[in-house]
């Protein structure tokens, strides 16, 4: 078994801010994931990586930045908040693009 | 355009009932996963089940690729089912590799 843990939990800020989430995983696996989920919505996938210094665009991958500085973490920049702007930030990870395992997710209101 | 239907939207049980959940998709799949999303948000994974049929309990998936389809089934619905269920699927139908979520089945259980 694994963990995922992302950091930091709650994250408030101001518009036009830069932020940066986090992501950590121990199940050693090549490919891990950030998607954004809003109220109302399914989750949609931001950025993905199949290995260190490796990124693929998602969907929903303008205004966004990502980095994969090693096998086990995987980070995410909002390069300019928005206003108002309330979601959920979920990592994951998987072996290949199989069977993915999420972390508890990072909560974003911007002022 | 929505790449994942997930039907039905909400659905209330009677404790004891069955329930069939449904998930169509719009392109082929490469792969395919069923989650519980809990109240907080985390998701935890049900099935990993890009083809056939899987039974963990009182859960069983089937996959019918050629249909574009994927169920959950649950028998002798307990109130701890109660929440929100997701279906994700995996495809390179774009010449990448993308993945999508369906909006989610609101579950209740009630005694």
């Known amino acids: 078994g694994g963990i995922i843990t992302q950091t930091p939990k709650f994250l408030i800020g101001q518009e036009g801010q830069k932020l940066t989430l986090k992501c950590q995983q121990n199940?050693?696996?090549?490919?891990m994931y950030w998607y954004r989920q809003d109220s109302g919505k399914g989750l949609r996938l931001i950025y993905y990586s199949i290995t260190e210094n490796d990124l693929q665009k998602g969907d929903l991958s303008e205004g966004y930045d990502a980095s994969r500085e090693k096998k086990s973490s995987f980070s995410l920049t909002v390069t300019s908040a928005q206003k108002n702007e309330m979601a959920v930030f979920l990592c994951?990870?998987?072996?290949?693009?199989?069977?993915?395992?999420f972390g508890p997710g990072t909560r974003l209101t911007v002022l | 355009g929505q790449q994942v239907q997930q039907s039905p939207a909400s659905l209330v049980l009677q404790e004891g009932e069955n329930a069939e959940l449904q998930c169509n998709f719009s392109t082929s799949l490469n792969s395919m996963q069923w989650f519980y999303q809990r109240p907080e948000g985390s998701l935890v994974s049900l099935f990993y089940n890009p083809s056939g049929t899987k039974q963990s309990g009182r859960l069983t998936s089937t996959t019918v690729i050629k249909e574009r389809r994927s169920s959950l089934h649950i028998s002798s619905s307990q109130i701890t089912d109660s929440g929100t269920y997701l279906c994700?699927?995996?495809?390179?139908?774009?010449?990448?590799?993308?993945?999508?979520f369906g909006k989610g089945t609101s579950l209740t259980v009630i005694p």
């Open positions: 199940f050693n696996h090549d490919t």
């Open positions: 994951a990870s998987s072996l290949g693009y199989a069977e993915q395992f």
């Open positions: 994700a699927m995996g495809s390179s139908n774009t010449g990448y590799q993308n993945f999508y």
